[in-house]
C-alpha cells in the first residue's frame, strides 16, 4: 500500500549544502543520470509496496499451504509491517552515515534475499521469520528512495519527481491487490503462493546490478550518532505491547499477555526520557521530541495513527470475510478489491497535484466522509446480500473506501510536517511514518478481539435462526424421524461452534465426528446449511468490525480539526532563507 515508504533523511539539508560547497560554482550540477536514477528508485518502491499488498489477498492460501492459526495470516501481513516500521529512523541514520546510495543497494540486497526465503519456506516461523526480515531490509530501503530523490533533483524538477512516486504507489497497491489472487491460484510453474514472493528476485538482482551505475552517493557531512539504546527500548516497548494483540487468541489470552502489554508503558516511558536525555548529551536522539510542539505536526500525529489503526482492521477484516467467509478464491479476491486500489490510485495523484494546495485540510476530512461511507455501505451489502453476496455488490463500497484512502493517505504525511523546519525535516518524516505502519499493525492486531471474538457466538446465533427450516429439511429430505432430526441439527451446530473456535481452520474438532452427522443422505442438506451459516456468521464479525472501522475514521475526523486550516506545503520561509544563506556563504568560500 501506498503507506509503506515515504520516508525522508534525518540531514537533508545538510546534504544539500555540502554538495553545494562541493562545487566550484557555488551549484552543484544536476546529475545527468538523475531521471534513470528515479526509474531505478521507483521500481524498488514499487517492489517495496507491491510486498506489502500481494500477500494480503495470498494469506489464506499461504494459511493453507503452511498450517497454522488465524494468526499466522495477521504474522505474515502485521510482521512485515512492525519490522519495517521499527527500521525507518535508524534506516535513515544509516544512510546518514554510510551513504544512501550504499545502505539503498545493502536494503536491495538484503530484501532480495528475504523473499527467496520466504519463497522456499517449509514451516510457518520460517515463512513469518523471513517476512519480518523482509520488512527490515525494507526499513533500511526505503528511506533512501526519497532521499536520493532529495539531493538528486532541483526543487522545480522534485515536484515531478515526488508526483511519480505517488503514482508508483497507487499503482503498486492496484497491482498487488489484483496479482495476489492470480499469483496464487493458477500454480505457475508449480510453485503455487510462493511465486508471490520469489516474484521480488529478478527485480532485485536487476536493481543491484542498474543501481550503481546511476545513483550519484551522498552523505551527510556531520552526520548524527546512532541511539542505539533509542532503538533498543522503543522495539522492546513496541513489541511488548504488539506481540500479546497478535498471539492472544491463538493462545488463549493468558495472563502473561496483559502483563506484556502494561510492562510497554513503562518501558516506552524510559524511552521518551532517554531521548530527553540524549538531547542535552549530545544532540542527536533518536526522536527531535521538540517537534511535538509543533501544531500541525502533534495534531496530524493522531490523524495518521487513528487513520491507520482503522485500515488495517479493515484491510485484514475483509479478507478473511471473503476468502474464509465466503470461500472466494484468491483470483475473485484480488479482483473485488480492484475498485478499492483503483479508487485510491485516482485520489491520490489528484490530492496531491491539486487539491490539497488549494483546499488544505479539508481533502482530508472529505476523505474521511468518504471513507465512512464506503464503510456504510459494505454494512448494508453485507447485510442485505448475507452469504449470497456477489463481486458485484461490493464494488461501490471497495471504490468508496479506496477514494477516501486516496484523499487522506497520499497528502497527511506532507501536511503534517508542513510547519515542521527544514532542519528536522527528515526527523520528522521518520516519526510520521513509523507512526502510520505502528497504526496498521495495531489494527491488524486488533482484527483478532474484534472479528474473531465474536465469530463463535455469531455462528451459533446463525445456525439457531436456521434450525426450523433445516429441521423440516431433513425430515423431508433425508428421511429423518423428528427425534433424529433435532439430534441431527443439535451435532450440526456444535460442530459449527467448536470448528470456528479451532485456532486452526484445517483441524476438524471431535465433535464432527458424532453419528448423528455421519448419515449419508442428511450430508448434503447439512453441508448446504453450514455454506449459508458460516456466511452469515463471518459477514455479522465484518458488520462488527465495520463499526468500529467507521468508529475510528470518525475519531480522526475530528481530530483534523486540530490540524490548521492554512498549511505550507514546503519549508517554512525563515528555513528557506537559512538554506540560501548557506548556499552563497558556501559559493563564497569555493
Known amino acids: 500500500m501506498a503507506i509503506s515508504s515515504e520516508q525522508v533523511p534525518s540531514t537533508e539539508t545538510e546534504v544539500t549544502r555540502d554538495d553545494t560547497a562541493d562545487t566550484p560554482t557555488g551549484a552543484a550540477p544536476p546529475d545527468p543520470k538523475r531521471w534513470l536514477a528515479l526509474l531505478v528508485l521507483l521500481v524498488a518502491a514499487f517492489m517495496d509496496m507491491l510486498d506489502g499488498t ?51 543497494l545493502v536494503g536491495v540486497a538484503g530484501f532480495t534475499l528475504a523473499s527467496l526465503g520466504a519463497g522456499l519456506a517449509q514451516e510457518p516461523w520460517q515463512l513469518v521469520a523471513c517476512r519480518m526480515i523482509q520488512g527490515a531490509f525494507a526499513g533500511i530501503m526505503v528511506p533512501q528512495i526519497l532521499a536520493i530523490i532529495h539531493v538528486t533533483f532541483s526543487a522545480k524538477e522534485r515536484a515531478g519527481a515526488f508526483a511519480m512516486y505517488g503514482g508508483v504507489a497507487g499503482l503498486a497497491a492496484a497491482v498487488g491487490m489484483g496479482a495476489g489472487g492470480p499469483l496464487a491460484e493458477w500454480d505457475l510453474f508449480g510453485l503455487d503462493w510462493r511465486l508471490i514472493f520469489l516474484i521480488n528476485i529478478p527485480v532485485g538482482v536487476a536493481g543491484l546490478i542498474y543501481a550503481p551505475r546511476v545513483i550519484r552517493e551522498s552523505k551527510a557531512p556531520h552526520a548524527l550518532k546512532l541511539d542505539v539504546r533509542g532503538v533498543a527500548l522503543a522495539t522492546v516497548g513496541l513489541l511488548l505491547l504488539i506481540f500479546p494483540l497478535l498471539q492472544g487468541r491463538e493462545l488463549g489470552w493468558p495472563l502473561w499477555g496483559f502483563v506484556s502489554m502494561a510492562a510497554s508503558v513503562p518501558v516506552l516511558t524510559a524511552f521518551i526520557l532517554w531521548q530527553k536525555h540524549k538531547t542535552r548529551l549530545d544532540g542527536s536522539p533518536l526522536i527531535e521530541l521538540a517537534l511535538f510542539r509543533i501544531r500541525s505536526f502533534s495534531s496530524g500525529l493522531g490523524v495518521n495513527l487513528a487513520f491507520y489503526i482503522g485500515i488495517g482492521m479493515f484491510n485484514i477484516g475483509w479478507t478473511v470475510y471473503m476468502q474464509v467467509g465466503l470461500g472466494w478464491s484468491p483470483m475473485r479476491a484480488g479482483l473485488t478489491s480492484l475498485p478499492f486500489c483503483i479508487g485510491a490510485f485516482l485520489t491520490s495523484s489528484a490530492a496531491m497535484v491539486a487539491l490539497v494546495p488549494k483546499f488544505g485540510r479539508k481533502v482530508l476530512q472529505v476523505g474521511a466522509v468518504v471513507t465512512v461511507l464506503g464503510a456504510l455501505s459494505f454494512l ?32 497527511l504525511p506532507q501536511i503534517v510536517i508542513s510547519e515542521v523546519p527544514l532542519k528536522d525535516a527528515g526527523s520528522a518524516s521518520g516519526v510520521v511514518h513509523t507512526n502510520a505502519q505502528l497504526g496498521f499493525a495495531i489494527g491488524g492486531a486488533l482484527v483478532s478481539v474484534v472479528f ?11 445456525i439457531d435462526d436456521q434450525s426450523a427450516q433445516l429441521r423440516k429439511e431433513l425430515v423431508a429430505t433425508a428421511q429423518l424421524t423428528p427425534g433424529e432430526a433435532d439430534a441431527t441439527v443439535a451435532a450440526y451446530r456444535e460442530c459449527a461452534v467448536d470448528r470456528v473456535r479451532e485456532k486452526d481452520p484445517g483441524i476438524v474438532p471431535q465433535s464432527c465426528s458424532a453419528p448423528a452427522l455421519q448419515d449419508e443422505q442428511a450430508a448434503p442438506v447439512l453441508a448446504e446449511y453450514a455454506k449459508d451459516a458460516n456466511g452469515t456468521s463471518f459477514a455479522h464479525s465484518l458488520k462488527t468490525t465495520l463499526w468500529v472501522f467507521g468508529g475510528v475514521v470518525a475519531v480522526a475526523f ?18 528557506a532563507g537559512e538554506a540560501d544563506d548557506s548556499t552563497g556563504t558556501a559559493a563564497q568560500v569555493a
Open 558 to 575: 475530528l481530530l483534523m480539526l486540530a490540524i490548521p486550516r492554512q498549511m505550507r506545503l514546503e519549508a517554512p520561509e525563515e528555513e
Open 380 to 411: 448494508w451489502a453485507a447485510g442485505h446480500y448475507g452469504s449470497g453476496i456477489g463481486s458485484w455488490q461490493l464494488v461501490v463500497p471497495m471504490l468508496l473506501v479506496g477514494l477516501g484512502f486516496g484523499l487522506i493517505a497520499a497528502p
Open 452 to 462: 474473531f471474538g465474536g465469530l463463535a457466538g455469531n455462528t451459533g446465533t446463525a
Open 54 to 104: 500481494i500477500a494480503n489477498v495470498a494469506a489464506p492460501v499461504i494459511q493453507h499451504g503452511l498450517g497454522g492459526g488465524y494468526s499466522v495470516i495477521q504474522w505474515v501481513l502485521v510482521g512485515y509491517q512492525l519490522s519495517f516500521a521499527l527500521m525507518l529512523i535508524l534506516g535513515g541514520r544509516l544512510g546518514d552515515i554510510y551513504g544512501r546510495k550504499r545502505m539503498f
